[in-house]
């Protein structure tokens, strides 16, 4: 009797939708990022405002010699310009400070995602079990060596930006609210320790693509394209094809 041609055992290949929710995240960050950067002018008006007012103030006292008393009727309607002014900054601020804490959570969350998904290809088992309960800068500087790769450097750039990143990240998530004595006009002094500027939101979005782009390289894999594609939309939907496991010869 004649064996059946070993096609006849081989499983066609497996076609599937996968979710790339690192890839959302990351272009979600840049729109945050950009929807800062929109606001800023308006900050910056807003600021100028108020200068100008202070000025004035500081124009009467001076006539007056800091007798704040004998100035008071010229004072008191610029002292009312200048709450006012303080308020407008703060509505000015709001969307600033809401893309750049938006930027830094989805900037994290864009990397935690990638790294679960390279884990999710190289690792199987207990490994990958007790992968997943690390913390998110333990797992970047873990899983190249665990495939036989340099890693990363965690004194030396990307991964010290990455550590930055983290920080800014919790510091927002965990968030207790911070108080300090008023100073005109009313900004708190404590933003750039939270890392809510425009600037750290920059490197935040920086150090996604400075991560991402290293470990591709170490994995002799191509840099995600959509890591490549300027601010807009991208597809989430992911189709891939998987080659099943065969039979063996009985």
Known sequence: MVDPPDFQYVKPPAYVTALKLDAMYCHAARKCCD??????????????????????????????EGDAYKAYDKLEPIYIQMQGASERIAF??????????????LCAAALEGHINSRADELLTGKLHRKFEAINLEFKWLLLPRLVGKSGFDPGAQPFQGFSRLVKFRNALVHYRERKEPWKDPGIPTFLETLGLTIAEAAKSLDCVSAMISSLAVQLNQEVPYWLQHDTGEIVCFDFQCEDPVQPTAG
């Open 35 to 64: 929807k800062a950067r929109k606001a800023e002018p308006k900050v910056q008006r807003a600021l100028k405002h108020f200068e100008r007012l202070e000025d004035q103030s500081r124009r009467i006292l001076a006539k007056y």
């Open 92 to 105: 000015a601020y709001s969307p600033l400070l809401e893309g750049v804490a938006c930027t830094h959570i």
